[in-house]
């Protein structure tokens, strides 16, 4: 169960596939689903459903008719395992579960999202639904068999919170990368150019790689700086007249969402991710699994996915001075990108690879994993 269906097929999509093949009945749950993922879905053998979520609101009434529609699903599909993640999902489905009696339930934290990390001074609303959403969050683990993380900073701060029991949780790593389909390729030759891909989100460090792109296409007239991803609801979210903005000022692309980010990674020298906190990135994942250098923050998550001075660099978090002389070495350096690409793909085979990940995966839905 997801709050997006495209994140049903990019972050699962393995999973349900290798679900499908050792004879079980799957399901998913989305709010909704366009034609293309609908047919993706269903010729992977899974069944959709689709549930009333608000994402983004904050509407006490319609989380509580979320909570009472999926309690009703549960009851009447009657499954022996669900595996629920994101944060609403997490909670109204994990309730919702616990309330149908579902055999297991295991939920997967992503990564902490909007409530959990500050893009500025946070408000009295803001830190309201933060202890409202701490409170909804161990209700549900408490009734959770297991907690997945994908990486150990979270984990701690659940834990600390009292979130959840550290006897029940799980640490994961990274949800891996199919390396096969991700292949390793040649760094290209050429000016210096550097990709982000996420979504248009302040705490995914947007406006630093904008702000450090200014800096540097000054002193680099012929650098490449390339934003790809669409636009969020969320809070954080930045609007399509601010990304429009930026492209005319000619420092930056920005490329929209597109449907295969392997050509983009393709073109790119170096991956920037100057995000404020993550689970262990996707996107990162993939760039290094094609053999790119990565330049992203000292913040959790991102500490998974490199090691200093071997596949890329640490910058601080929200400090654009501190993305520019993180970039600029692979300006002035472009043997940098090569030989710290090669170290990323070694990287992502050992830590990354899908096919180990969802045997993880696999054993802790059948209950046969240890924390």
Not at 175 to 187: K, N, Y
Not at 332 to 342: F, W
Request: charged share 25%; with cysteine.
């Amino acid at each position: 169960m997801s709050n997006a269906a495209n994140t049903l097929i990019r972050f699962r999509g393995h999973l349900l596939e290798l679900l499908v093949r050792r004879g079980h009945d799957v399901h998913v749950l989305a709010p909704e689903y366009n034609t293309e993922q609908a047919k993706h879905l269903k010729d992977m053998g899974v069944t959709t459903h689709t549930y009333h979520i608000d994402r983004a609101g904050q509407n006490p009434l319609s989380d509580l008719r979320t909570l009472r529609d999926l309690t009703r699903w549960f009851r009447r599909e009657r499954p022996d395992v669900s595996l629920t993640f994101f944060i609403k999902p997490n909670i109204y489905g994990g309730l919702a579960a616990a309330l149908a009696r579902v055999s297991r339930r295991i939920g997967m934290v992503e990564g902490l999202g909007y409530l959990f990390i500050s893009s500025g001074p946070d408000g009295l609303a803001k830190r309201a639904s933060r202890t409202l959403a701490i409170s909804l969050l161990r209700a549900s683990f408490a009734r959770a068999h297991r907690v997945i993380f994908l990486n150990p900073d979270d984990r701690a701060e659940f834990v600390e919170r009292r979130i959840v029991a550290q006897d029940c949780t799980m640490l994961l790593g990274g949800i891996g990368v199919d390396l096969d389909e991700f292949v390793d390729t040649p760094v290209p030759a050429g000016p210096p150019s550097f990709l982000l891909i996420a979504r248009m989100l302040r705490e995914k460090g947007v406006l630093e790689f904008v702000e450090a792109a200014g800096v540097l296409k000054r002193e680099f007239t012929d650098a490449r700086f390339r934003l790809v991803g669409g636009l969020d609801p969320s809070p954080g979210g930045i609007s399509a007249d601010q990304m429009r903005a930026f492209a005319a000022t000619g420092s930056v692309e920005w490329s929209g969402e597109l449907p295969d980010v392997r050509p983009a990674i393709a073109e790119a020298r170096v991956y920037v991710l100057p995000s404020y906190r993550e689970g262990v990135p996707r996107s990162t994942q993939e760039a290094m699994a094609m053999g790119r250098a990565v330049v992203t923050s000292d913040v959790p998550g991102c500490r998974e996915t490199v090691v200093p001075g071997v596949n890329g660099f640490f910058v601080a978090p929200r400090d654009a001075q501190s993305l520019v002389d993180a970039m600029r070495r692979f300006c002035t350096d472009p043997d940098l990108a090569v030989s710290m690409g090669r170290e990323s793909r070694l990287i992502a085979e050992a830590r990354f690879d899908v096919k180990k990940v969802d045997e993880r995966l696999y054993a802790t839905l059948m209950g046969d994993d240890q924390a």
